[in-house]
């Protein structure tokens, strides 16, 4: 791999990480589907710089599908079923076609994961599932040599998770 490819990619994965942290700090499901648009292009292009190409197209097809749920939220809508399956189906294909090994499923499953919390509109939601899809980047990262991505997914699992606790947790306990 060039090397210049290579540190190209840490640091993408430095500013996505920004992104994805301001991410889990939105109120509202619009802010963090605005944040993920910016996060899933500059993490699909460091996957591309690693020539880890289950993890690029798969993001690639997530700023897509995050585009669409941005513009069904703007309008007070909500994405039919349809639109679901499309994206989960797009993201198998993906899966497929650039599958190298069992690692590839994770990206894949990761990402399939956040397509269905972010369908629905419940962020406490999207927050438990930011937990559990960084658990499953970070281990991808190591695998594919994403370094400095594996270290944001663990700062972005601690953004969620305190996102989880201002929103959702402290907020149950207010109302009590």
Same mark, same amino acid.
């Given at each position: 791999m060039n090397e210049i490819f290579f540190i190209l990619a840490q640091?993408?994965?430095?500013?996505?990480?920004?992104? /994805?942290a301001l991410a889990m700090q939105c109120k509202k499901k619009s802010g963090i589907l605005m944040m993920g648009i910016a996060s899933n292009m =500059? *993490?699909?292009?460091?996957?591309?710089?690693?020539?880890?190409?289950?993890g690029s197209i798969s993001l690639a097809i997530g700023t $897509?599908?995050? @585009?669409?749920?941005?513009i069904f939220d703007k309008k007070g809508l909500k994405?039919?079923? *349809?639109?679901?399956?499309?994206? @989960?189906s797009l993201l198998i294909g993906a899966g497929i076609y650039t599958w190298e090994n069992v690692s590839s499923?994770?990206? !894949?499953?990761?990402?399939? =994961?956040? =397509?269905?919390?972010?369908?629905? /509109?419940?962020?406490?939601?999207m927050r438990v599932a930011e @937990?559990?899809? #960084?658990?499953?980047?970070i281990i991808? /990262? +190591? +695998? $594919?040599?994403? *370094?400095?991505? #594996?270290?944001?997914?663990? !700062?972005? +699992?601690?953004?969620?998770?305190i996102g989880l606790f201002r929103h959702d947790i402290r907020k149950k306990e207010e109302e009590e």
């Open positions: 640091i993408l994965a430095v500013v996505a990480f920004g992104l /994805d =500059t *993490y699909a292009l460091e996957y591309a710089f690693l020539g880890a190409w289950t $897509v599908r995050n @585009i669409t749920y941005f994405p039919n079923r *349809y639109v679901l399956v499309i994206f @989960i499923l994770l990206p !894949m499953v990761a990402m399939i =994961t956040w =397509t269905i919390a972010s369908w629905q /509109d419940n962020t406490k939601w @937990i559990l899809i #960084c658990i499953m980047w991808y /990262d +190591l +695998l $594919v040599g994403a *370094y400095a991505s #594996c270290l944001t997914e663990l !700062m972005i +699992l601690s953004s969620a998770a």
